[in-house]
């Protein structure tokens, strides 16, 4: 499933590509044909994200939404090529400048603005946009029982994290995934905002995920820094710092990597 620093790329990438512009929409797939006529031919004012969730706010006054799950992709076309839609999909915006098709979406949506309304109310907060509180993410996990790994997973806490944020930021913290978050301090409260944040960011910056420090790797600078080499403890054998063999635990369905010499329990 996309991070948010994925949602936050695409967000930015479509509003330069069709906010302003008059968008034919469409579902060549056919689920979403009813919703694609309310907005067909209107302009797409602008287009905004939180977390893992992609808005377009349409001249008509109603709110596109779309997660994209563990299976949704777009499909960007630029310029004079516009293809036949291949495959299943949901929803295709044309404008002069690019054709946009997406596929596989958990949800793709046209609503009204309470909607929108409503998601953002139930969503924690988005550490990728400025002048966020990072007190609901606090108060939610000081009053909570269950391990920071599963709550920093739960979208109502902070959003935009995904598995592998979850696994560096507690390694870079030095907070052992199952530690209950009521035991946690509010150094180490902060000390995971600051990580989480500048992760997130430096994502959206990078267009992908690269969370250690080219100090600790044997990489000239301007050498692309390899996938597998990009994280500390996410599917990794061992420990990039300390060559302990890492440690997998099932939480909420999900795989957890954790060093357990640099992140004892």
């Known amino acids: 499933m996309p991070e948010g620093h994925t949602i936050h790329k695409i967000a930015r990438d479509h509003g330069k590509l069709l906010d302003g512009k008059v968008i034919r929409v469409s579902s060549p797939q056919g689920p979403f044909a009813a919703d694609a006529a309310r907005v067909d031919g209107a ?3 602008r287009t905004d994200c939180h977390g893992k969730h992609l808005f377009y706010h349409w001249s008509t006054g109603e709110v596109g939404h779309v997660h994209l799950g563990l299976f949704g ?3 960007v076309h630029t310029g004079d ?3 036949e839609p291949r495959g299943a999909v949901r929803m295709r915006l ?3 400048s690019a054709t946009i ?3 596989g979406p958990t949800a793709c949506s046209i609503d009204d603005p309470s909607v929108r309304t409503e998601i953002l109310g139930r969503l924690g907060p988005d550490p990728i946009k400025p002048r966020q509180s990072k007190q609901k993410m606090f108060d939610k996990i000081s009053r909570s029982k269950r391990g920071i790994g599963d709550l920093l997973m739960d979208q109502s806490v902070v959003a935009g994290v995904g598995n592998v944020y979850r696994a560096e930021a507690l390694f870079v913290c030095g907070i052992h995934p199952l530690q209950p978050g009521i035991n946690l301090d509010i150094a180490e409260l902060e000390a995971l905002w600051v990580t989480i944040t500048a992760m997130l960011r430096k994502g959206v910056k990078d267009g992908r995920i690269v969370t ?3 100090s600790e790797l044997d990489i000239p600078s301007g050498v692309r ?4 080499e990009a994280t500390y403890a996410y599917k990794r054998d061992h420990c990039l710092r300390c060559g302990t063999e890492i440690q997998l635990l099932a939480i909420q369905n999900r795989t957890s990597y954790h060093c357990p010499t640099c992140q004892p329990g």
């Open 43 to 45: 302009v797409l004012e």
């Open 73 to 75: 992709k777009f499909k």
């Open 101 to 103: 098709d997406l596929a």
């Open 94 to 96: 044309v404008a002069d």
């Open 81 to 83: 090529d516009r293809p």
């Open 225 to 228: 820094i390899k996938r597998g």
């Open 212 to 214: 250690v420090e080219r």
